[in-house]
């Protein structure tokens, strides 16, 4: 026991004087976080379109009105007649171009239709699709009110309201994902590392040729992350809840927990490929490769699962970070408890079983 | 038990169709040094590791400290030391904290830890840089660290793998200084090494050849079987018949 203690010592040690490790360990998880949480959105904010009013009526203004007050939108130019169109593209500011036919008012008193035609810069499909969106839904709310006010119209509503995430804020969406990528790099990457660095440098001879036992070795050079992971998993939802406002409905208890499973897999996979790799390098390229990769591509961190072609949707369910987020997710943002995650926990904990005797085994064939 | 620290008979080591270690025999006196040389590539290493259980011979028997390779390999472990070529120290961890964490591991309690440490650091003249990493150390320091913490547990024999490489003459003398004073003491050394000086100070000199031992008895009887004075020239004689390559 006191020779397991030691080792764990050391190694918090080495860690400590380690400047680089610290950053990685410290400074990633923040800077990601934050860069994910600034950076990438899917929502928009303040795109700057243009507006050709060919009407200049009361409707038509009040649209524009209602278009300027949103968040999204920010007005950037009038334009006086459709040549404009093309070159106010060209400077490549505006995403895009809002049309009021002429007679915008009247046509809709009369013959209840009026058009608005929407010209977007498609360069960015995405951004385009989601500029559309929150046009049609501006027009649309506005469309409701005049039926509301003036007489009832026959025909399908569409009343659609987003449960769970009402913001539709992707911050939400990656903090989960993030949670499950920090940990993949700081738990497996490192771990992975630190014990190659071990067999380059000689010292696991000696341990092996030492009374520890491998699975003692093992543990001991594990668990500091396993400390140090928890410690980042706390940081990040206490930037995500009080930074970014990241609602969090769930039991923290069951988070944490489901956390730590998650570490364990992690864990396992890092000493899975240091047994293979035999130097520092291999093993961060695998652990790139072979992790981080699909944790950010394939765990539907970005990406969602269901729009994916057949077999990558069926390789992402060897994915750990698949379930380790839908997990997340559920607990974070739609409060759900063990009862509803006990599936995706199982499928988690059968992953780090497997993993966790596949690096026993590889680890206990001594040296070669 | 036999005054023999280290017996095997047929020792043979397979990896697929290359015989890495090809039937030895070799015994090895309590309290002698024992000088293991071969080229590279020999197999000195893989009959090294065999014995250090690090790897499980493909046959033969052998017995290190009275102990059985293939079913008492954990007791082996706590009768021996091993020092490997590349010191395997740690150079972010200081000088103490080195010989803390391999005393641990050893099984040393607190206090015998805290003795050795005091002990070590006075006896290595340590005492100034103690506080500084071991990353900073001259060679030749973390070599005569390396070698103390290799026999911290006191085991009864300890296996050097070429403990001298790279370090300049005068330390390499002093080193073996150190290596009579621990034989004396009665822990049997079992040393590999590439320098044919270093073969004379040897009680016993064996010459491994394509993974088999070709030569083994005292450096004097050997230079009188060859007819010759120097170790070196026997060795290159030997090794000149390998067919292996230098891998």
């Given amino acids: 026991m006191n020779s397991f203690k030691g080792f764990v010592i050391k190694e918090f040690k080495q860690i400590y004087r380690d400047t680089r490790t610290l950053v990685v360990l410290f400074g990633m998880p923040v800077l990601m976080l934050l860069i994910f949480g600034f950076a990438i959105r899917n929502e928009v904010n303040n795109a700057k379109v243009g507006v050709l009013d060919l009407a200049k009526d009361e409707v038509s203004s009040v649209i524009i009105q209602k278009i300027s007050a949103s968040?999204?939108?920010?007005?950037?130019?009038?334009?006086?007649?459709?040549?404009?169109?093309?070159?106010?593209?060209?400077?490549?500011?505006?995403?895009?171009?809002?049309?009021?036919?002429?007679?915008?008012?009247?046509?809709?008193?009369?013959?209840?239709?009026?058009?608005?035609?929407?010209?977007?810069?498609?360069?960015?499909?995405?951004?385009?699709?989601?500029?559309?969106?929150?046009?049609?839904?501006?027009?649309?709310?506005?469309?409701?009110?005049?039926?509301?006010?003036?007489?009832?119209?026959?025909?399908?509503?569409?009343?659609?309201?987003?449960?769970?995430?009402?913001?539709?804020?992707?911050?939400?969406?990656?903090?989960?994902?993030?949670?499950?990528?920090?940990?993949?790099?700081?738990?497996?990457?490192?771990?992975?590392?630190?014990?190659?660095?071990?067999?380059?440098?000689?010292?696991?001879?000696?341990?092996?040729?030492?009374?520890l036992k491998p699975n003692h070795i093992i543990i001991g050079k594990v668990l500091p992350y396993l400390v140090l992971s928890v410690v980042n998993v706390f940081t990040i939802l206490v930037l995500a809840k009080f930074v970014f406002g990241v609602p969090f409905v769930g039991s923290y208890l069951l988070f944490f927990a489901e956390s730590i499973l998650f570490i364990v897999t992690a864990l396992s996979l890092g000493v899975f490929i240091s047994s293979v790799a035999?130097?520092?390098?291999?093993?961060?390229?695998?652990?790139?490769?072979?992790?981080?990769?699909?944790?950010?591509?394939?765990?539907?961190?970005?990406?969602?699962?269901?729009?994916?072609?057949?077999?990558?949707?069926?390789?992402?369910?060897?994915?750990?970070?698949?379930?380790?987020?839908?997990?997340?997710?559920?607990?974070?943002?739609?409060?759900?408890?063990?009862?509803?995650?006990?599936?995706?926990?199982?499928?988690?904990?059968?992953?780090?079983?497997?993993?966790?005797?596949?690096?026993?085994?590889?680890?206990?064939?001594?040296?070669? | 038990m036999s005054d023999l620290a280290i017996q095997t008979d047929g020792l043979t080591k397979v990896f697929g169709n290359f015989t890495a270690v090809d039937n030895i025999s070799i015994n090895v006196k309590k309290g002698e040094i024992f000088g293991f040389l071969g080229a590279n590539g020999a197999g000195k290493t893989t009959a090294m590791k065999m014995l250090t259980g690090l790897l499980s011979p493909s046959s033969g028997d052998a017995k290190v400290s009275g102990y059985d390779v293939y079913s008492e390999s954990e007791l082996i472990k706590k009768n021996i030391g091993y020092m490997s070529q590349k010191f395997s120290l740690y150079d972010d961890l200081t000088p103490e904290e080195n010989i803390r964490f391999y005393g641990g591991i050893y099984g040393l309690d607190s206090k015998q830890l805290s003795h050795k440490r005091k002990e070590l650091i006075e006896s290595l003249e340590l005492g100034e840089v103690k506080k500084k990493l071991v990353g900073s150390l001259p060679l030749?320091?973390?070599?005569?660290?390396?070698?103390?913490?290799?026999?911290?547990?006191?085991?009864?024999?300890?296996?050097?793998?070429?403990?001298?490489?790279?370090?300049?003459?005068?330390?390499?003398?002093?080193?073996?200084?150190?290596?009579?004073?621990?034989?004396?003491?009665?822990?049997?050394?079992?040393?590999?090494?590439?320098?044919?000086?270093?073969?004379?100070?040897?009680?016993?000199?064996?010459?491994?050849?394509?993974?088999?031992?070709?030569?083994?008895?005292?450096?004097?009887?050997?230079?009188?079987?060859?007819?010759?004075?120097?170790?070196?020239?026997?060795?290159?004689?030997?090794?000149?018949?390998?067919?292996?390559?230098?891998?």
């Fill in chain 1, 71 to 211: 968040k999204a939108f920010q007005i950037h130019a009038y334009l006086t007649s459709y040549d404009e169109v093309e070159a106010y593209f060209r400077e490549g500011d505006i995403k895009e171009i809002i049309v009021f036919e002429k007679d915008f008012a009247r046509n809709l008193t009369r013959s209840g239709s009026a058009t608005i035609q929407l010209i977007t810069d498609a360069t960015d499909p995405n951004l385009a699709n989601i500029v559309q969106t929150y046009t049609n839904a501006i027009v649309g709310d506005y469309a409701q009110e005049l039926n509301a006010s003036s007489m009832p119209v026959v025909g399908i509503k569409v009343h659609s309201k987003m449960l769970y995430n009402e913001e539709l804020a992707s911050v939400n969406l990656f903090v989960p994902g993030l949670i499950a990528v920090i940990l993949m790099l700081v738990s497996a990457l490192m771990t992975s590392i630190s014990i190659t660095k071990e067999k380059e440098m000689g010292n696991m001879e000696i341990l092996l040729v030492s009374p």
């Fill in chain 2, 140 to 247: 030749g320091w973390k070599q005569k660290l390396a070698f103390a913490i290799s026999i911290i547990h006191e085991p009864n024999i300890v296996f050097l793998d070429e403990p001298t490489g790279g370090v300049d003459p005068i330390t390499r003398r002093q080193f073996w200084e150190r290596i009579y004073q621990v034989a004396e003491s009665g822990v049997t050394v079992f040393v590999t090494t590439h320098y044919m000086d270093e073969a004379e100070y040897c009680d016993t000199v064996s010459i491994m050849v394509d993974g088999k031992i070709e030569a083994m008895d005292s450096p004097d009887n050997l230079k009188k079987t060859f007819e010759t004075n120097s170790i070196e020239d026997i060795f290159i004689r030997l090794a000149r018949a390998a067919k292996r390559g230098d891998r």
């Fill in chain 1, 278 to 368: 035999n130097n520092q390098q291999t093993a961060m390229m695998v652990s790139l490769v072979v992790l981080l990769l699909p944790t950010i591509l394939l765990s539907g961190f970005i990406f969602p699962i269901k729009s994916m072609p057949i077999p990558l949707q069926v390789i992402s369910n060897i994915i750990p970070a698949k379930w380790f987020l839908v997990i997340v997710r559920g607990i974070m943002l739609k409060g759900s408890g063990i009862l509803i995650i006990w599936q995706e926990t199982a499928i988690l904990i059968g992953i780090t079983l497997v993993f966790i005797t596949l690096s026993l085994k590889k680890f206990k064939v001594r040296l070669q």
